[in-house]
């Protein structure tokens, strides 16, 4: 009897260690280029609890991310964080750009970015360190829209920046 229990533990115990989720740490970034408006818009995707964490490991630990209770502490606090973490070099310059505002939906933090007064892109190299301290396996995934050329790609700890060369005729 002992051993029929035994053999039933030994048998169920890794299914149900087998079941338990798997969390993914991903952001997405998306990037277009607005020619007519000489402007480079950017929405960055978070998940909450993530980025919540994050900022309260980085900042304060009292930090609660609610649309309702946001304050400009919150502000101050996203664009310190973005401006050191999420770089944009154009044509060899790296670039500065403005924290528009941010957006809740679901479990996602949306933040709006955007750089004026772009004029023309040969080369844009965008890093993006994102999260990376808080998740080994944090992945970035990047997709940007520029002269109706849409490409994407995956930046990781290991590898943090990716360079897109156009051509000047476009």
């Given at each position: 009897?002992r051993?029929?229990?035994?053999?039933?533990?030994?048998?169920?115990?890794?299914?149900?260690?087998?079941?338990?989720?798997?969390?993914?740490?991903?952001?997405?970034?998306k990037?277009?280029?607005?020619?007519?408006?000489?402007?480079?818009?950017?929405?960055?995707?978070?998940?909450?609890?993530?980025?919540?964490?994050?900022?309260?490991?980085?900042?304060?630990?009292n930090?609660?991310?609610?649309?309702?209770?946001?304050?400009e502490?919150?502000?101050?606090?996203?664009?310190?964080?973005?401006?050191?973490?999420?770089?944009?070099?154009?044509n060899?310059?790296?670039?500065?750009?403005?924290?528009?505002?941010?957006?809740?939906?679901?479990?996602?933090?949306?933040?709006?970015?955007?750089?004026?007064?772009?004029?023309?892109?040969?080369?844009?190299?965008?890093?993006?360190?994102?999260?990376?301290e808080?998740?080994?396996?944090?992945?970035?995934?990047?997709?940007?829209?520029?002269?109706?050329?849409?490409?994407?790609?995956?930046?990781?700890?290991?590898?943090?920046?990716?360079?897109?060369?156009f051509?000047?005729?476009?």
């Amino acid at each position: 009897m002992r051993l029929l229990i035994t053999l039933g533990l030994l048998i169920t115990l890794p299914l149900l260690t087998a079941t338990s989720s798997h969390k993914f740490y991903v952001s997405v970034t998306k990037i277009e280029y607005k020619e007519t408006q000489n402007s480079l818009q950017i929405i960055s995707r978070l998940f909450i609890d993530d980025y919540e964490m994050l900022l309260r490991e980085r900042y304060d630990e009292n930090i609660v991310l609610d649309e309702a209770v946001w304050s400009e502490q919150v502000d101050a606090y996203s664009k310190k964080y973005f401006s050191e973490k999420f770089k944009i070099t154009i044509n060899s310059n790296e670039e500065a750009y403005t924290f528009v505002g941010k957006e809740f939906k679901d479990d996602i933090i949306y933040i709006y970015l955007e750089l004026e007064n772009i004029s023309t892109i040969n080369a844009i190299e965008i890093t993006n360190r994102l999260m990376f301290e808080l998740f080994e396996e944090q992945q970035n995934i990047v997709r940007t829209k520029i002269y109706s050329k849409q490409k994407s790609f995956i930046l990781t700890p290991a590898d943090d920046k990716g360079v897109l060369n156009f051509n000047k005729t476009h």
